[in-house]
C-alpha cells in the first residue's frame, strides 16, 4: 500500500462523525420484501406466546395475508409505473425497482402462496392419535426413531415454524433478484438458503434421508456461499466498489473519480475474470446447472415434498433473476469472455438434465433432473444478452413455477402406508384408478415437455427464438434435440400412469384438502392460460424487460 | 363480419370431444350416438365449406384472420385452397365411419372403477384428433400449423397405446406391452421429427419475420425477402423431416406397421387415412411454398426416396403374415406414390397425388376397417387363420374384396385414376423414376390377390365355419365407401376440378411450368 492511500485512509478516519447522514430509504417501494419479513418475525412472535393448538391457524393467517398484501403492494408498484418509468434504485443503491425485479417478485409471491399451500395441508398423512398433521416432522429436534419422538407424535405436535421459514425464505427471495450490489446479493442470498436447509430437514417420514438432503444442501451450499462471498471480494478489488452500476462503468472504462486510494489496484482484470467466475458459480449452483448441479437430485428427493415444489419453483425465480440482472446490467461489458462459458454450461445443462434423466425410477429424481434440463433451456434464454433473451426468461419463468409446484403438489396425493410412493413402479395403472388426478399430472408432464398449447411450449418457443435471434442457432438445435430426449422420459410416465395394469398393493390417492386442490388448479389454469392465450403475459413480460441501471 | 365456418369445422368436434368426454360412466351409449351425431354434424360443415369454395376463384378463401400471439408474431389465420378443401371434405368423412366402425371397440371389458369411462375417451379422442387435423389443413400460418400438427400427437398417442383388438393371441398382458411400445414408438417418431421441425419454425421467423404464409410467399415474391440458399436448404430440410416422418417416407416409416397393428381397426384407418394426410399436404402447402428453390434442390433424392417407399412397402407387405401389418407396409408403398406425385413437381403429379391422397383414405378405410370386422369375428390377425371365408360370410368377403381392388388400383374404382394421373405426371419428367414406380403396381397385385385368396378362398377352416357375416352396422360402414369408389373411379371431376386450380397455383410458386410434349397430337 502506498503512502498516499495510508494517509487518505487516515483522514477518513479523521472525520467528524456528525457528518454521516441517516440513509434514505424509500419504504413504499421496499414494502413487499418489508411486509413479508414482517410477517416472518410476527410468526416467531407466534411460535413463543401462541398456545400450541391454534399455532397453525395464526401462522397459516398471517402468512396467507402477507402474501397476499406483498403482492398487492408489487401490483400496485407496477400499476404506479415502477416497472417502466419510475424505475430506479432504491434504498442508497441497495435495492432496483424495476421492471424485472417487480415481475419476479410478483412471480415469486404467487408461487410462494401457492407453495404455502401445500405447507399447510393436514389431510393427506393419516390422522395421528386424534390429530392431524402435515408434511412436516413432529418435532424437529427429537432424534429420529426415539422415544421422544413417539411421544412428540402420540402428542401431536406440528411444527408450525415451517411458516415463518417460509416467509423468511421467501423474503430473500424477494431481495436476491432485486439487490444492486453484491453484498445485498450475498445477504440476500443466506437469507433464502438457510431456511431452505432447515425446511428440508423436517420431513414427517423418511426422516433421515431428509435429514441427510439437508445437510447435503447445507454443506454444498455453504461451499457455493464461500465461492460468492470470494468473487464478490475479487469484484470488489477490481472495481473498489460493490455497487452493481459503478462495477459496470469500471467494466466499460467510463469511471471518472477514482478514488486515489484504490487506483492502484483497480482495473486488474484477473480479478474481474476469476472474481465473476466465481460469482456467476454460485448463482449456477442455485439455479442447478450442470456441473454446480450433484446437489438436486438427492435434496429434491430427501426434502418433504411440498418444500421440493417450493424449492424447485420459487428458488429457480430468484437465482435466475439474480443471474440475469449480473450478466446483464454488471457484466455486459464482458458478454464475449461470460457468453462461450454460459454456451457450454447451457448445452451441458440441456444435455445432462435430460439424459440423466431417463434412467431414474423416482418420481421426484426424475423431476429434479426435469427442472436440471428445464434450467439449461432457460440458460438459453439467458444468453441472448437482449431485452427479448430477459422478457421470454420472466416468461419462462412465470409458467415453470406453477407447473412445478402443481406437479408436486400431485406427487404429495400418491400415497400408500410408507407415505408418499415416490417409486416409479408404484405409479403404474395409475390413471385407471383415479382417472383425474393422473390426467392433471399428465398435463403438467405435458408441458414440461413442451408440448404446443401448454405453458412449456410457450415458453421454449420464447426463448428458443430469443437465442435464435441472438444468434445462438447451435443452442436451439441442442435444445430441440434435448426436449425430444426429455419428451421420452416424460411420456414414460404417462405411458406408467394409462397403459399399464394397476398393481393390486398399489398406492391410494389421498383425497386432500381444498388448498392444495387451489394449488393443482392453480398449476393447471395457467399451465392453459399461458399455453393458449400468453399475449397479455409475454407483453407484461415484454414491458418488465427493461433493468434499471 | 361472416360467420367463421372454417373455425367452426374444426371448434365443432373439438367441442364435441369435451362434450363427449363428460358423458357420464353410465352412459356410455349415450357418448356413442353423441360423438356420432358432432361427426355427422362436421360433415355437414364440411360440405357446407365445399360447396362455399369457388375453384376459380381467389386462392385462399372463407380466410379468418384474427391477432393471437403479438409477440411471437403469430395471427390466427385460416383459409383453404382446393387441396385444403377436398382433404377437410375427406376427414369430416371419414370419421362418422371410424366412430361408426369403432362402436364396441372400447366398451370395458370389466366395470373396473366408477370413474375409469374408456369408451367415453376412445370417442372423445377421435373427435379431437379430427379437430386438430381439420384446423392444420386450414392454417395458413405456419406456426399455427405447427401447433396443432404437434398437438394432435397426443390424443393420437393415447388412442394408439389405450385400446387394442379385443382377443389377442398371446394374452392381455403382452397385448398391452406390445400396445403401449407401438405408442411410444409412434409418439418418439413424430415428436423427433416436430421438434427438429420447431427449429426451422424459429429459423423461418428469425429470417422471414412473419410466419404468414401468404406474407412470406410475397415478400420472396417481390424481392423485400431473401434467403440465402444454405439457410433456405436448411429450413426445408428441417419442415422436410417432420413431414417425412409423419407421412411416412422410406426410412423414417418403421413407426407405422407397429401403430397400425396394434391400433384398433378404426383406429388404424385414422392413422394413415386421415392423420398421415397431414404430412403429404403439408409437404405441398408448407415445402414447396416456402421454399421453392431448395425443393427442386432436393427433388432427385426425395423421388428416390419415394421410389424406395414404393418398392419397399409394396415387397414388405407380399412377406406380411399379419393383416394390419400388411396394409401398412401398402400404405407406406401408396404414401411413395403420394410424395413422388407432389416432388415431380407437373400438374399431372401433383392433382394426382391430392387426388391420391383422398382416393387412398377412402380405400385403406374400406379395405381396413373390413378387415378389422374379420379380425374381431376371429380374434386373431394372422393370414394363417383364416380361409374359405367367401363361402360362410361372403357379404364380407366381397366388400373385403372391392376394398383390395381399390388397393392395387384396379381401373374403374378411384385410386387407378389418381395413380395414373402420378405415374404420368413423374414420367412426364423422370422416366426412369416412372418405370420404377409401376413395378410398385405389380407388387400390388400380389400382395392384394394372396391376401385374398389365403383368407377368403380355399377349403372353410374349422375355426371359421361359424362366422357371421357382416352386421347392418358394419354394412352401413362399408357401403358407402365402396358407393364412393366406383363414383369417383368412374366420374372424378368433381374432386379433380377443385384441385387443379390449386395446384396450378403451387406449381407456379415453383415456378415450374409442365414439360412440353415431345409430339403434338395430331388433330
Given at each position: 500500500m502506498s503512502t498516499t492511500a495510508v494517509h487518505s485512509l487516515w483522514t477518513t478516519a479523521a472525520?467528524?462523525?456528525?457528518?454521516?447522514d441517516a440513509p434514505k430509504i424509500e419504504y413504499g417501494q421496499l414494502s413487499p420484501t418489508l411486509i413479508v419479513i414482517g410477517a416472518a418475525l410476527v410468526g416467531v412472535l407466534i411460535e413463543a406466546f401462541v398456545p400450541r393448538r391454534s399455532r397453525y391457524y395464526a401462522q397459516v393467517f398471517v402468512s396467507v395475508v402477507a402474501l397476499c398484501a406483498a403482492f398487492a403492494a408489487v401490483v400496485a408498484l407496477a400499476a404506479d409505473g415502477y416497472g417502466t418509468t419510475k424505475a430506479h434504485i432504491a434504498a442508497m443503491g441497495a435495492i432496483a425497482v424495476d421492471g424485472p425485479a417487480l415481475f419476479l417478485q410478483g412471480t415469486i409471491l404467487l408461487a410462494g402462496l401457492v407453495g404455502l399451500f401445500t405447507f399447510a395441508?393436514?389431510?393427506?398423512d393419516p390422522v395421528a392419535h386424534g390429530n392431524r398433521v402435515d408434511?412436516?416432522?413432529?418435532?424437529?429436534a427429537s432424534v429420529p426413531g426415539s422415544d421422544s419422538e413417539k411421544a412428540a407424535v402420540r402428542a401431536g405436535?406440528?411444527?408450525?415454524?415451517v411458516f415463518p421459514l417460509l416467509l423468511f425464505a421467501i423474503g430473500g427471495m424477494l431481495i436476491f433478484p432485486a439487490a444492486n450490489d453484491l453484498l445485498t446479493l450475498f445477504v440476500a442470498l443466506e437469507v433464502l438458503s438457510l431456511p431452505l436447509y432447515l425446511l428440508c430437514a423436517l420431513?414427517?417420514?423418511?426422516r433421515l434421508m431428509s435429514q441427510e438432503a439437508a445437510v447435503k444442501y447445507f454443506l454444498l451450499g455453504a461451499f457455493a456461499s464461500a465461492f460468492t462471498l470470494f468473487g464478490i471480494a475479487l469484484l470488489y478489488g477490481y472495481?473498489?466498489?460493490?455497487s452493481y452500476a459503478r462495477i459496470a462503468q469500471v467494466v466499460d472504462g467510463?469511471?471518472?473519480?477514482?478514488d486515489p486510494a484504490l487506483a492502484d489496484t483497480m482495473g486488474n482484470d484477473a480479478l474481474l475474470l476469476i472474481g465473476g467466475a466465481l460469482l456467476v458459480m454460485g448463482l449456477l449452483f442455485k439455479v442447478g446447472?450442470?456441473?454446480?448441479?450433484?446437489?438436486t437430485p438427492d435434496v429434491y428427493q430427501g426434502a418433504p415434498t411440498p418444500v421440493t415444489g417450493f424449492m424447485a419453483a420459487a428458488t429457480k425465480v430468484a437465482a435466475f433473476g439474480a443471474l440475469l440482472r449480473l450478466l446483464y446490467v454488471v457484466l455486459p461489458g464482458l458478454r464475449w469472455d461470460w457468453r462461450p462459458v454460459m454456451w457450454a454450461v447451457a448445452i451441458i445443462t440441456m444435455l445432462g438434465g435430460a439424459v440423466v434423466a431417463?434412467?431414474?425410477?423416482?418420481i421426484k429424481r426424475l423431476l429434479a433432473y426435469s427442472s436440471i434440463a428445464h434450467a439449461g433451456f432457460i440458460l438459453a434464454g439467458v444468453i441472448a444478452t437482449s431485452k427479448d433473451g430477459v422478457s421470454s426468461v420472466l416468461f419462462y419463468l412465470a409458467g415453470y413455477s406453477f407447473v412445478t409446484i402443481g406437479a408436486f403438489a400431485v406427487v404429495t396425493l400418491v400415497r400408500d402406508a410408507g407415505g408418499?410412493?415416490?417409486?416409479?413402479?408404484?405409479?403404474?395403472?395409475l390413471g385407471r384408478r383415479s382417472p383425474l388426478v393422473a390426467a392433471v399430472f399428465a398435463v403438467f408432464l405435458l408441458a414440461f415437455a413442451g408440448i404446443p398449447l401448454t405453458s412449456g411450449f410457450a415458453g421454449k418457443f420464447a426463448v428458443f427464438k430469443a437465442a435464435a435471434d441472438g444468434g445462438a442457432v447451435p443452442l436451439v438445435i441442442v435444445g430441440v434435440i434435448s426436449s425430444a430426449i426429455a419428451a421420452f422420459f416424460y411420456i414414460r410416465v404417462i405411458v406408467l400412469m394409462f397403459f399399464s395394469e394397476p398393481k393390486p398393493e398399489g398406492p391410494t390417492v389421498a383425497v386432500p384438502s381444498p388448498l392444495t386442490m387451489l394449488a393443482i388448479g392453480m398449476g393447471v389454469a395457467t399451465t392453459l392460460v399461458l399455453g393458449i392465450a400468453p399475449q397479455y403475459f409475454l407483453d407484461l413480460a415484454g414491458q418488465a424487460g427493461v433493468f434499471v441501471r | 363480419m361472416s360467420f367463421p365456418l372454417l373455425t367452426a369445422t374444426a371448434a365443432l368436434p373439438a367441442l364435441g370431444a369435451v362434450a363427449t368426454a363428460a358423458v357420464?360412466?353410465?352412459q356410455r351409449t349415450a357418448a356413442k350416438w353423441l360423438a356420432l351425431l358432432v361427426s355427422l354434424a362436421t360433415l355437414a360443415l364440411a360440405v357446407t365449406v365445399l360447396v362455399r369454395f369457388?375453384?376459380?376463384?381467389?386462392?385462399?378463401?372463407l380466410t379468418e384472420n384474427h391477432a393471437w400471439i403479438r409477440d411471437f408474431g403469430v395471427r390466427y389465420e385460416l383459409g383453404v385452397d382446393g387441396i385444403a378443401v377436398a382433404l377437410v371434405a375427406l376427414t369430416a368423412l371419414l370419421i362418422p365411419f371410424i366412430i361408426l366402425a369403432g362402436w364396441?371397440?372400447?366398451?370395458?371389458?370389466?366395470?373396473?372403477?366408477?370413474?375409469?369411462r374408456p369408451t367415453q375417451g376412445f370417442f372423445a379422442l377421435i373427435l379431437a384428433v379430427e379437430a386438430m387435423v381439420v384446423i392444420s389443413f386450414e392454417a395458413t400460418d405456419v406456426f399455427v400449423f405447427y401447433i396443432f400438427f404437434e398437438a394432435m400427437l397426443i390424443p393420437m398417442y393415447f388412442l394408439i397405446g389405450g385400446f387394442g383388438d379385443r382377443a389377442h393371441a398371446h394374452g392381455e398382458e403382452t397385448a398391452a406391452t406390445q400396445r403401449s411400445y407401438a405408442a411410444v414408438k409412434f409418439l418418439l417418431y413424430n415428436l423427433a421429427g416436430g421438434l427438429i421441425m420447431l427449429a426451422a419454425v424459429i429459423g423461418l421467423y428469425v429470417v422471414?419475420?412473419?410466419?404468414?404464409l401468404s406474407e412470406i410467399a410475397d415478400a420472396r415474391a417481390n424481392g423485400t425477402l431473401h434467403m440465402a440458399t444454405s439457410t433456405e436448404r436448411w429450413l426445408f430440410l428441417g419442415f422436410f423431416f417432420a413431414f417425412a416422418v409423419k407421412a411416412p417416407l422410406w426410412p423414417l416409416h418403421t413407426w407405422l406397421p407397429n401403430a397400425m397393428q396394434e391400433a384398433t381397426a378404426p383406429v388404424a384407418v385414422l392413422i394413415t387415412?386421415?392423420?398421415?394426410?397431414v404430412g403429404t399436404f403439408a409437404m405441398l402447402r408448407f415445402c414447396l411454398q416456402l421454399f421453392p428453390e431448395a425443393s427442386k434442390w432436393a427433388t432427385p433424392v426425395v423421388l428416390v426416396l419415394a421410389v424406395i417407399s414404393i418398392i419397399y412397402g409394396a415387397l414388405l407387405a407380399v412377406g406380411q403374415r399379419d393383416i394390419k401389418r400388411l396394409v401398412a407396409y401398402a400404405s407406406i408403398s401408396h404414401f411413395g406414390f403420394i410424395i413422388m406425385g407432389v416432388f415431380a413437381m407437373t400438374s399431372q403429379g401433383q392433382s394426382g397425388a391430392t387426388l391420391y391422397m383422398v382416393n387412398h383414405g377412402i380405400s385403406t378405410a374400406a379395405l381396413m376397417l373390413v378387415a378389422g370386422f374379420l379380425i374381431s369375428r376371429r380374434?386373431?390377425?394372422?393370414?394363417?387363420?383364416?380361409?374359405?371365408v367367401q363361402k360362410v360370410a361372403p357379404v364380407l368377403a366381397g366388400t373385403f374384396l372391392i376394398g383390395g381392388l381399390a388397393t392395387l388400383s384396379?381401373?374403374?374404382?378411384?385410386p387407378f385414376v389418381s395413380e395414373f394421373l402420378v405415374l404420368v405426371g413423374t414420367f412426364t419428367r423422370y422416366p426412369v423414376i416412372g418405370i420404377i414406380a409401376t413395378f410398385g403396381i405389380v407388387l400390388a397385385a400380389l400382395y392384394t390377390l394372396v391376401l385374398y385368396q389365403r383368407t377368403m378362398t380355399g377349403p372353410v377352416k374349422p375355426e371359421v365355419s361359424a362366422m357371421p357375416d357382416l352386421r347392418a352396422r358394419e354394412v352401413l360402414v362399408v357401403a358407402p365407401l365402396i358407393v364412393l369408389l366406383i363414383f369417383l373411379g368412374v366420374y372424378p371431376k368433381p374432386v379433380t376440378n377443385i384441385v387443379d386450380p390449386a395446384v396450378k397455383q403451387t406449381l407456379s410458386d415453383v415456378h415450374k411450368k409442365d414439360p412440353r410434349p415431345e409430339v403434338e397430337a395430331a388433330k
Amino acid at each position: 500500500m502506498s503512502t498516499t492511500a495510508v494517509h487518505s485512509l487516515w483522514t477518513t478516519a479523521a472525520e467528524p462523525i456528525t457528518k454521516i447522514d441517516a440513509p434514505k430509504i424509500e419504504y413504499g417501494q421496499l414494502s413487499p420484501t418489508l411486509i413479508v419479513i414482517g410477517a416472518a418475525l410476527v410468526g416467531v412472535l407466534i411460535e413463543a406466546f401462541v398456545p400450541r393448538r391454534s399455532r397453525y391457524y395464526a401462522q397459516v393467517f398471517v402468512s396467507v395475508v402477507a402474501l397476499c398484501a406483498a403482492f398487492a403492494a408489487v401490483v400496485a408498484l407496477a400499476a404506479d409505473g415502477y416497472g417502466t418509468t419510475k424505475a430506479h434504485i432504491a434504498a442508497m443503491g441497495a435495492i432496483a425497482v424495476d421492471g424485472p425485479a417487480l415481475f419476479l417478485q410478483g412471480t415469486i409471491l404467487l408461487a410462494g402462496l401457492v407453495g404455502l399451500f401445500t405447507f399447510a395441508e393436514r389431510r393427506l398423512d393419516p390422522v395421528a392419535h386424534g390429530n392431524r398433521v402435515d408434511s412436516f416432522a413432529a418435532q424437529a429436534a427429537s432424534v429420529p426413531g426415539s422415544d421422544s419422538e413417539k411421544a412428540a407424535v402420540r402428542a401431536g405436535f406440528t411444527t408450525t415454524e415451517v411458516f415463518p421459514l417460509l416467509l423468511f425464505a421467501i423474503g430473500g427471495m424477494l431481495i436476491f433478484p432485486a439487490a444492486n450490489d453484491l453484498l445485498t446479493l450475498f445477504v440476500a442470498l443466506e437469507v433464502l438458503s438457510l431456511p431452505l436447509y432447515l425446511l428440508c430437514a423436517l420431513a414427517r417420514r423418511k426422516r433421515l434421508m431428509s435429514q441427510e438432503a439437508a445437510v447435503k444442501y447445507f454443506l454444498l451450499g455453504a461451499f457455493a456461499s464461500a465461492f460468492t462471498l470470494f468473487g464478490i471480494a475479487l469484484l470488489y478489488g477490481y472495481a473498489g466498489s460493490v455497487s452493481y452500476a459503478r462495477i459496470a462503468q469500471v467494466v466499460d472504462g467510463t469511471v471518472t473519480d477514482v478514488d486515489p486510494a484504490l487506483a492502484d489496484t483497480m482495473g486488474n482484470d484477473a480479478l474481474l475474470l476469476i472474481g465473476g467466475a466465481l460469482l456467476v458459480m454460485g448463482l449456477l449452483f442455485k439455479v442447478g446447472a450442470v456441473p454446480f448441479h450433484m446437489w438436486t437430485p438427492d435434496v429434491y428427493q430427501g426434502a418433504p415434498t411440498p418444500v421440493t415444489g417450493f424449492m424447485a419453483a420459487a428458488t429457480k425465480v430468484a437465482a435466475f433473476g439474480a443471474l440475469l440482472r449480473l450478466l446483464y446490467v454488471v457484466l455486459p461489458g464482458l458478454r464475449w469472455d461470460w457468453r462461450p462459458v454460459m454456451w457450454a454450461v447451457a448445452i451441458i445443462t440441456m444435455l445432462g438434465g435430460a439424459v440423466v434423466a431417463i434412467t431414474q425410477t423416482d418420481i421426484k429424481r426424475l423431476l429434479a433432473y426435469s427442472s436440471i434440463a428445464h434450467a439449461g433451456f432457460i440458460l438459453a434464454g439467458v444468453i441472448a444478452t437482449s431485452k427479448d433473451g430477459v422478457s421470454s426468461v420472466l416468461f419462462y419463468l412465470a409458467g415453470y413455477s406453477f407447473v412445478t409446484i402443481g406437479a408436486f403438489a400431485v406427487v404429495t396425493l400418491v400415497r400408500d402406508a410408507g407415505g408418499e410412493a415416490t417409486h416409479l413402479s408404484k405409479w403404474a395403472g395409475l390413471g385407471r384408478r383415479s382417472p383425474l388426478v393422473a390426467a392433471v399430472f399428465a398435463v403438467f408432464l405435458l408441458a414440461f415437455a413442451g408440448i404446443p398449447l401448454t405453458s412449456g411450449f410457450a415458453g421454449k418457443f420464447a426463448v428458443f427464438k430469443a437465442a435464435a435471434d441472438g444468434g445462438a442457432v447451435p443452442l436451439v438445435i441442442v435444445g430441440v434435440i434435448s426436449s425430444a430426449i426429455a419428451a421420452f422420459f416424460y411420456i414414460r410416465v404417462i405411458v406408467l400412469m394409462f397403459f399399464s395394469e394397476p398393481k393390486p398393493e398399489g398406492p391410494t390417492v389421498a383425497v386432500p384438502s381444498p388448498l392444495t386442490m387451489l394449488a393443482i388448479g392453480m398449476g393447471v389454469a395457467t399451465t392453459l392460460v399461458l399455453g393458449i392465450a400468453p399475449q397479455y403475459f409475454l407483453d407484461l413480460a415484454g414491458q418488465a424487460g427493461v433493468f434499471v441501471r | 363480419m361472416s360467420f367463421p365456418l372454417l373455425t367452426a369445422t374444426a371448434a365443432l368436434p373439438a367441442l364435441g370431444a369435451v362434450a363427449t368426454a363428460a358423458v357420464p360412466a353410465a352412459q356410455r351409449t349415450a357418448a356413442k350416438w353423441l360423438a356420432l351425431l358432432v361427426s355427422l354434424a362436421t360433415l355437414a360443415l364440411a360440405v357446407t365449406v365445399l360447396v362455399r369454395f369457388d375453384p376459380d376463384g381467389e386462392r385462399y378463401q372463407l380466410t379468418e384472420n384474427h391477432a393471437w400471439i403479438r409477440d411471437f408474431g403469430v395471427r390466427y389465420e385460416l383459409g383453404v385452397d382446393g387441396i385444403a378443401v377436398a382433404l377437410v371434405a375427406l376427414t369430416a368423412l371419414l370419421i362418422p365411419f371410424i366412430i361408426l366402425a369403432g362402436w364396441h371397440d372400447a366398451d370395458p371389458l370389466e366395470t373396473g372403477s366408477r370413474r375409469w369411462r374408456p369408451t367415453q375417451g376412445f370417442f372423445a379422442l377421435i373427435l379431437a384428433v379430427e379437430a386438430m387435423v381439420v384446423i392444420s389443413f386450414e392454417a395458413t400460418d405456419v406456426f399455427v400449423f405447427y401447433i396443432f400438427f404437434e398437438a394432435m400427437l397426443i390424443p393420437m398417442y393415447f388412442l394408439i397405446g389405450g385400446f387394442g383388438d379385443r382377443a389377442h393371441a398371446h394374452g392381455e398382458e403382452t397385448a398391452a406391452t406390445q400396445r403401449s411400445y407401438a405408442a411410444v414408438k409412434f409418439l418418439l417418431y413424430n415428436l423427433a421429427g416436430g421438434l427438429i421441425m420447431l427449429a426451422a419454425v424459429i429459423g423461418l421467423y428469425v429470417v422471414a419475420g412473419s410466419f404468414s404464409l401468404s406474407e412470406i410467399a410475397d415478400a420472396r415474391a417481390n424481392g423485400t425477402l431473401h434467403m440465402a440458399t444454405s439457410t433456405e436448404r436448411w429450413l426445408f430440410l428441417g419442415f422436410f423431416f417432420a413431414f417425412a416422418v409423419k407421412a411416412p417416407l422410406w426410412p423414417l416409416h418403421t413407426w407405422l406397421p407397429n401403430a397400425m397393428q396394434e391400433a384398433t381397426a378404426p383406429v388404424a384407418v385414422l392413422i394413415t387415412a386421415v392423420v398421415d394426410k397431414v404430412g403429404t399436404f403439408a409437404m405441398l402447402r408448407f415445402c414447396l411454398q416456402l421454399f421453392p428453390e431448395a425443393s427442386k434442390w432436393a427433388t432427385p433424392v426425395v423421388l428416390v426416396l419415394a421410389v424406395i417407399s414404393i418398392i419397399y412397402g409394396a415387397l414388405l407387405a407380399v412377406g406380411q403374415r399379419d393383416i394390419k401389418r400388411l396394409v401398412a407396409y401398402a400404405s407406406i408403398s401408396h404414401f411413395g406414390f403420394i410424395i413422388m406425385g407432389v416432388f415431380a413437381m407437373t400438374s399431372q403429379g401433383q392433382s394426382g397425388a391430392t387426388l391420391y391422397m383422398v382416393n387412398h383414405g377412402i380405400s385403406t378405410a374400406a379395405l381396413m376397417l373390413v378387415a378389422g370386422f374379420l379380425i374381431s369375428r376371429r380374434g386373431s390377425r394372422l393370414i394363417a387363420d383364416y380361409g374359405g371365408v367367401q363361402k360362410v360370410a361372403p357379404v364380407l368377403a366381397g366388400t373385403f374384396l372391392i376394398g383390395g381392388l381399390a388397393t392395387l388400383s384396379l381401373p374403374g374404382l378411384a385410386p387407378f385414376v389418381s395413380e395414373f394421373l402420378v405415374l404420368v405426371g413423374t414420367f412426364t419428367r423422370y422416366p426412369v423414376i416412372g418405370i420404377i414406380a409401376t413395378f410398385g403396381i405389380v407388387l400390388a397385385a400380389l400382395y392384394t390377390l394372396v391376401l385374398y385368396q389365403r383368407t377368403m378362398t380355399g377349403p372353410v377352416k374349422p375355426e371359421v365355419s361359424a362366422m357371421p357375416d357382416l352386421r347392418a352396422r358394419e354394412v352401413l360402414v362399408v357401403a358407402p365407401l365402396i358407393v364412393l369408389l366406383i363414383f369417383l373411379g368412374v366420374y372424378p371431376k368433381p374432386v379433380t376440378n377443385i384441385v387443379d386450380p390449386a395446384v396450378k397455383q403451387t406449381l407456379s410458386d415453383v415456378h415450374k411450368k409442365d414439360p412440353r410434349p415431345e409430339v403434338e397430337a395430331a388433330k
